[in-house]
């Protein structure tokens, strides 16, 4: 039965695995831990938990991210960076009502995530794309398009960008990469956003640097979250920045008026992180991506024909699968659904053009044996597809 107002924003089909989900598996949601996070805060905080919470979140919290966060880089732990949002969606929400004006263009690497975009285009943005392949975007196209927008006279002084674990690619920009657009846009006054959501979901070697991390001060704000890794319901993340942005988030009308965001759930979190249950969530949530990452690598080998290729991600949730040359995947897509198998088309993750052979596959929701399945379906459905084509290609 549909609800008219269902409880989760994720709506299975009956008889579809729908691999266009970016969720983590239900099942894999550490409850108990989290329920007793909950009993614990309210019944020993009682009143503070329930009190407007402090504008950056609550002190403890920030002070354990501030480790967790940076604890594995070479600077100090900086608390005064950071401040809890309702996830990173609504940490770039807020950044853009305070740091974005109408009509301002902002570069969004290509392809990305697509419902970022969209709040970027709630704030009446103007965006223009950069490129980004295996290797990451190139330097010298970020500086020669930075230069063709402003001779124009657009005001760009911002990128979006998701360089480890992208969504939709599962790549991450190689080190060098980094360091090279960071040097770009240092020397061109231009911010970038890292989109950082997924660096936790690292299941084979840790996640390179970020940009925070090696760039100058100031240059870099980057967005983490719960989401990924704990549960998207939470409504928990952050952001991370010069001070003088975090200040200008604390201080907003926002802030002062409502306290701190999500001030109860921040409190739970900060008790389920002190007590120690993130580090052995953790443990668990990246051996099951592993397996499930391993599941779905495997048997596409096995079930798709020939001129099929993809991504073999080191961290995150997807899988970016390219269909054999002169597909087009709007095509696909419902003959894939009367197989019982589903994804998100690639023409998604683009600006405009792009991606019509490509499908995102996201393997963070279904076990390993429902990914095979998804693999076999997907086989089938491939098969018939290029049949049909090529028959009636020739009438
Ligand atoms: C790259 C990226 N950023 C942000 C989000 C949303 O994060 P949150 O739930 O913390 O708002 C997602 C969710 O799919 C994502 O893939």
């Known amino acids: 039965m549909t609800l008219q107002f269902p409880i989760t924003q994720v709506i299975q089909r009956p008889g579809i695995i729908d691999l266009g989900w970016g969720s983590p598996d239900p099942a894999l949601i550490p409850v108990t831990e989290l329920a007793d996070s909950a009993a614990t805060t309210i019944s020993h905080m009682g009143p503070s938990a329930l009190a407007y919470g402090a504008p950056q979140g609550p002190g403890p919290l920030i002070e354990w991210l501030s480790h967790h966060v940076l604890g594995e880089v070479n600077r100090q732990p900086q608390p005064e960076r950071i401040v809890i949002t309702a996830g990173a969606s609504q940490a770039l929400d807020l950044f853009c009502t305070l740091f974005v004006e109408p009509g301002d263009t902002v570069l969004v690497e290509s392809p990305c995530f697509h419902l970022a975009r969209k709040i970027l285009l709630d704030h ?16 010298n196209e970020l500086r020669e398009t930075l230069a063709k927008l402003r001779s124009k006279g657009e005001r760009c002084r911002l990128m979006y960008c998701i360089p480890t674990f992208n969504n939709p690619t599962g790549r991450s920009w190689p080190q060098h990469c980094r360091d090279a657009i960071i040097e770009v846009a240092a020397a061109e006054e231009l911010t970038i956003i890292e989109d950082d959501v997924y660096r936790d979901c690292a299941y084979d070697e840790p996640a390179y640097a970020s940009l925070f991390e090696r760039a100058p001060d100031g240059i870099v704000v980057r967005l983490g979250s719960f989401s990924k890794t704990v549960g998207p319901g939470l409504r928990l993340g952050w952001l991370q920045a010069h001070p003088m942005v975090v200040s200008g988030i604390t201080d907003s009308g926002l802030l002062d008026s409502g306290g701190g965001i999500n001030h109860l759930t921040a409190m739970v979190m900060q008790q389920f992180c002190l007590a120690g249950h993130f580090d052995s969530h953790l443990e668990r949530m990246r051996g099951a991506l592993r397996e499930r990452r391993d599941a779905l690598v495997t048997s596409l080998a096995e079930c798709l024909p ?27 897509l419902p003959i894939a659904e009367s197989h019982g198998v589903s994804f998100l088309p690639g023409a998604l993750f683009f600006l405009s053009g792009g991606g019509v052979t490509a499908v995102r596959l996201a393997f963070s929701m279904y076990s390993s044996q429902e990914l095979c399945e998804a693999s076999r379906r997907l086989g089938v459905a491939i098969r018939e597809w290029m049949i049909h084509k090529n028959s009636s290609k020739s009438i």
């Open 124 to 139: 009446s943005a103007r965006l223009a794309p950069l490129t980004s392949g295996v290797l990451g975007p190139d330097a």
């Open 306 to 332: 020939p001129g099929c290729s993809w991504t073999v991600p080191n961290g995150g949730y997807y899988v970016w699968l390219e269909l054999p040359r002169g597909s087009d995947v709007a095509q696909f």
